[in-house]
């Protein structure tokens, strides 16, 4: 069964930047649409941003302008450019196919704190 393994988060301070990765075990990778979720403490998980297999992307009101998804099918990999990072935005950050779920992986934490 297909598998994303998502990587990247950190520590970083108001206004910083971090790029996630998420990387696919399925050869069929590039025919899925692929989104960034993220479940903040104490909240639903919810979708942030979402890239097609042509590249279409589609993003929340909240990070638009701030951040950017980009993917690379030879690599089976989705990428998250996150800029100007607020408290907000901490969160454990997830990748899946919102068009069929599947397992989650086990996500990675991006912490925005001075």
């Known amino acids: 069964q297909a598998q994303f393994v998502e990587s990247g988060g950190g520590l970083v301070q108001p206004g910083g930047s971090l790029r996630l990765s998420c990387t696919a075990s399925d050869r069929q990778f590039s025919r899925y649409a692929i989104g960034w979720y993220r479940q903040a403490p104490g909240k639903q998980r919810e979708l942030v941003v979402s890239i097609t297999g042509g590249g279409f992307s589609n993003y929340v009101n909240d990070v638009k302008g701030r951040f950017t998804i980009s993917r690379d099918n030879a690599k089976n990999t989705v990428y998250l450019q996150m800029n100007s990072l607020k408290p907000d935005d901490t969160a454990v950050y997830y990748c899946?196919?919102?068009?069929?779920?599947?397992?989650w992986g086990q996500g990675t934490q991006v912490t925005v704190s001075s």
């Open positions: 899946n196919c919102p068009e069929d779920l599947i397992p």
